[in-house]
């Protein structure tokens, strides 16, 4: 038996999409010889043949998860993905009920996100997901305490309520642990996103939809809800602040906003935008100077929160010591960045600080997905020889969901932004940091209203060197040994996740976005908010380009630039993900059809639904079938004609000849810094 992990003692059953190698008594009555080729065989009525395979590959399925040695998440997933379609059926229903009785709980610790998104099934389908919960609850609660906080929170009533339901069942026996976590969890919601950002992000999108959109109604139902806050009142002193600071003036602004809805006089909506506009401004000047918060003036009841029976989030291994939060430092660093993510130190029981960016504002659950596939990735590098010999495995880091809105991202020590290293060595150097962008903008003023022919790319890259990263590499290297270390791991991690990125759609590789691990060279990507190439088909500067492959990267890797270590490492990386293609589409098929992630495949197009409220549409399910072909196309080398299947070689050859071709980086967003 084949030790790959991608391997299924049923996978010749399983991975086929007609088991056309049972035969069915009663649907063939004369079945044929074994031996023979079957052509045409007579065509069962569809239901009940649906059912029967639905049934035979539950079966195989179960069997497989239960033999399986390691990692079995493909396995599982293709069960999910099962009973999720079919488990509506009773038959199917009775097969899968049975069948759960002879898994072994830990099985479920690999999946519980796709289990939250699907808490609100169909009654059959719902009802043996709580169960399964329930059981795994009872055994591991740590590790469900967290992702059924946030479920309860959610905007889905029915998705509220069995996650409710199934803490209250929780609290039976672990009221202490599910009253911490609900603690933790809004306390860390409300330092996620101060009452100061959620007025100045609001004001400005409301903003938007009057001026722009003449949207009054949009505008009122986003302001709303923020006005209803304040007349709660405020719970810290932080709140009280900004209540004494800047009620009078917003409850004028509701007040004239009410009498626009009898007068329908757009004096009174211009009376209320004034002084909208006074707050907004106010509101702006403090967040620039926000660069610390304490927890005393932000969120007291975390300060008292000490020597908890809650695990620190994302540490919960049940095959090592639990580890508690001890206590939660008062000081949280402001990052100077948009979104103004917070640092996050929490004390853990066994004496150690454990790490966290505290993010408001931004969707974390698709990260958690993506983490998923990574941790997929790394076990089927490790599995093959030219791969696990070169250490090519992908950074991975905890992501904890505290609500559609905001999530904690485990610290990734030793690294630093790309784009923090090039401004720190073009301060140092007296190198003006958007030097690139000031070329193009002599030549053009208006870049981004010209036509492709009259871009002024090359002039820019010309004039400038574009070595900044390869000589923060050396600068930064104590001696010639640890500095070629460092490149060579440099140089293979680029392409590891050129090729993991490529096939996952992986797009606004801004460089903000990539990280630098100061000891080891590694380049570690964060934020995958745009994944399935939806920056590919976005209304403005979409992409053309496969993944990041840019001047400085390229001069980064010395000498051989890409025709060195960088090509082998993608074609070596792309030979894995090519050869396991099954067990990636096991991991892809459930990402795009998660209800709480696909409505992202919609973004594209303009079209943005409330992530919570979305119901199953056929326009959702076209856009995940299609983005499903896509990945199929990649795995199988026919992504740029599929009609012929290209060498792992020849694919390569073609995705690093349109990331560097310079019609293509030309079209990106400034912010994007193609010049780089």
């Not at 990692?71 to 097969?95: M, N």
């Not at 720190?424 to 981004?448: N, P, T, V």
């Not at 293609?581 to 709480?596: C, I, N, R, T």
Request: proline share 5%; with cysteine.
């Amino acid at each position: 038996m084949p030790s790959s992990p991608s391997y299924s003692p049923f996978g010749s059953i399983i991975d086929r999409d007609i088991l056309s190698d049972i035969l069915i008594p009663e649907l063939y009555p004369q079945p044929p010889p074994s031996d023979a080729v079957i052509v045409n065989p007579p065509s069962p009525a569809p239901n009940k043949a649906m059912i029967f395979f639905a049934k035979q590959a539950v079966s195989s399925f179960i069997n497989a998860v239960t033999l399986a040695e390691g990692s079995r998440l493909e396995d599982t997933l293709r069960f999910l993905t099962l009973w999720f379609k079919h488990g509506d059926q009773v038959e199917v229903f009775e097969t899968i009920k049975e069948s759960l009785k002879l898994l072994p709980v830990e099985m479920w610790l690999e999946v519980i996100p796709q289990l939250m998104a699907r808490l609100d099934s169909k009654q059959n389908v719902a009802q043996l997901i709580k169960e399964v919960v329930i059981d795994l609850s009872k055994v591991h609660p740590q590790s469900l305490v967290y992702a059924l906080t946030v479920a309860a929170k959610s905007a889905n009533l029915r998705r509220s309520a069995v996650a409710t339901e199934i803490l209250t069942i929780m609290s039976d026996s672990q009221s202490t642990l599910v009253e911490q976590a609900r603690l933790v969890s809004d306390e860390l919601i409300r330092c996620a996103i101060l009452w100061h950002e959620q007025w100045h992000e609001a004001l400005d999108d409301a903003s938007r939809l009057y001026f722009q959109d003449k949207n009054v109604k949009a505008m009122f139902d986003l302001l709303k809800p923020l006005h209803d806050l304040i007349d709660r009142g405020a719970t810290t002193l932080k709140e009280q602040s900004f209540k004494q600071t800047y009620e009078n003036e917003l409850k004028e602004a509701w007040n004239a906003c009410r009498c626009y809805l009898r007068s329908q006089n757009a004096k009174e909506l211009n009376q209320a935008w004034d002084l909208y506009y006074i707050v907004f401004r106010k509101i702006s000047s403090q967040l620039r100077q926000l660069t610390s918060l304490d927890l005393n003036y932000v969120s007291p009841r975390l300060v008292k929160a000490r020597d908890l029976e809650l695990a620190v989030p994302g540490t919960y291994d049940p095959s090592a010591p639990l580890v508690t939060i001890s206590s939660i430092n008062n000081t949280l660093q402001v990052i100077n960045s948009k979104q103004r993510p917070r640092k996050v130190v929490m004390k853990g029981s066994d004496g150690k600080d454990y790490i966290f960016l505290l993010k408001g504002h931004e969707d974390p659950r698709q990260d958690e997905r993506v983490m998923q596939l990574f941790g997929l990735v790394n076990t089927l590098l490790l599995h093959q020889g030219d791969t696990s010999r070169r250490n090519l495995t992908i950074q991975r880091y905890s992501i904890i969901a505290l609500n559609q809105n905001s999530g904690l991202i485990g610290w990734v020590p030793n690294c630093d932004t790309l784009h923090s290293l090039i401004r720190d060595y073009r301060e140092k150097k007296g190198i003006l940091l958007s030097m690139e962008h000031k070329i193009m903008q002599s030549f053009a003023h208006d870049l981004d209203q010209m036509t492709l022919l009259q871009k002024v790319f090359h002039h820019a890259l010309e004039m400038t060197s574009g070595n900044d990263l390869q000589q923060i590499l050396w600068l930064k290297s104590p001696n010639s040994e640890i500095w070629f270390d460092r490149r060579t791991n440099y140089t293979r991690s680029m392409a590891c996740m050129s090729m993991v990125g490529y096939i996952l759609g992986l797009g606004d590789r801004h460089p903000s976005n990539l990280m630098l691990d100061r000891i080891s060279g590694k380049i570690v990507h964060i934020d995958f908010g745009d994944c399935f190439e939806v920056a590919m088909t976005r209304e403005k500067f979409p992409e053309k380009i496969p993944f990041r492959l840019t001047r400085m990267l390229i001069q980064a890797m010395e000498a051989t630039g890409i025709e060195g270590n960088y090509r082998i490492t993608c074609e070596r990386v792309l030979r894995v993900l090519r050869s396991n293609k099954e067990s990636l589409l096991a991991v892809l098929e459930a990402f795009v059809y998660d209800p709480l992630i696909n409505w992202r495949l919609m973004e594209a197009g303009g079209r943005r639904p409330p992530p919570e409220t979305l119901q199953k549409d056929g326009q959702t399910d076209s856009k995940a079938e299609s983005s499903l072909k896509r990945i199929k196309q990649k795995l199988a080398g026919r992504d740029f004609n599929p009609n012929v299947e290209f060498s792992i070689p020849e694919q390569v050859s073609l995705l690093i000849e349109q990331a560097v071709l310079a019609e293509n980086l030309c079209q990106c967003y400034i912010g994007w810094c193609p010049f780089w």
